[in-house]
């Protein structure tokens, strides 16, 4: 069985460039997350899909982050344009429907110089 | 305001001894709670849940009690091995929330 894929697992790229991290959730799953870990705060909830609709994403730092889930089996987050701040571990997970056990991709490391 | 704290950064055991990581929450309408472990450069990894109307949940050497009147939670691993070596994250679910709020995070280290 495969797992959640994320791709790129590591990116590096300058001040003001766009970065588009992507995910592909376990199939069947249909609620998909966006986590950020930092050092200072952890693991942090970005944003939600449930059924490729976004229910909440209260935890987006800013503007210039926006996710997309075209499909069930794809979701992408991107940030434009990227900060040094914006530098952490960006995680995807799903989950199948209702159940609280959320099942995480390997992360892409990015990295803004 | 962390709602979910895990006050012990880093616990370091002898193998074959026991393992005890430690979690508090502050929010009483918790109710259900999880414990995953992540490994460097991996994705955090479900290891073992427990419902808030029960008081322990056992599988293989991994054991969570809950303590709900202390808002305490610990994860027991019995025994210990070198590969539980990781950061092992506690997480708390609201409800019907799909919402889970983590610790930051224990490390362990279990020396052969």
């Known amino acids: 069985d495969a797992g959640v894929i994320q791709s790129p697992r590591h990116e590096v790229t300058e001040m003001g460039q766009e970065v588009t991290l992507r995910c592909k959730p376990i199939?069947?799953?249909?609620?998909l997350f966006w986590y950020r870990q930092t050092m200072m705060r952890g693991l942090e909830l970005l944003i939600y899909?449930?059924?490729?609709?976004?229910?909440?994403d209260s935890g987006m730092p800013e503007d210039r982050f926006s996710a997309k889930m075209p499909n069930a089996s794809f979701s992408t987050l991107k940030i434009q344009p990227s900060e040094p701040r914006d530098s952490a571990v960006y995680f995807c997970?799903?989950?199948?429907?209702?159940?609280?056990?959320?099942?995480f991709g390997p992360g892409t490391r990015l990295t803004v110089t | 305001d962390q709602q979910v704290k895990q006050n012990s950064p880093s616990l370091s055991v002898q193998e074959g001894r026991i393992s005890i990581l430690n979690c508090d929450y502050t929010n009483s309408m918790f109710d259900y709670f999880l414990w995953y472990k992540k490994y460097p450069a991996e994705g955090p990894t479900f290891l073992i849940s427990?419902?808030?109307?029960?008081d322990k949940n056992e599988d293989g050497r991994f054991t969570v009690f809950l303590n709900k009147s202390a808002k305490h939670l610990s994860l027991h691993i019995v025994p210990s091995q070198p590969g539980d070596s990781a950061v092992y994250f506690c997480?708390?679910?609201?409800?019907?929330?799909?919402?889970?709020?983590f610790g930051k995070g224990t490390l362990l280290t279990v020396n052969p």
């Open positions: 427990i419902s808030s109307i029960k």
């Open positions: 199939s069947g799953h249909n609620s």
């Open positions: 997970a799903s989950s199948p429907s209702v159940a609280p056990e959320q099942y």
């Open positions: 899909f449930n059924n490729n609709v976004p229910i909440d």
């Open positions: 997480a708390a679910r609201e409800g019907s929330n799909y919402k889970l709020t």
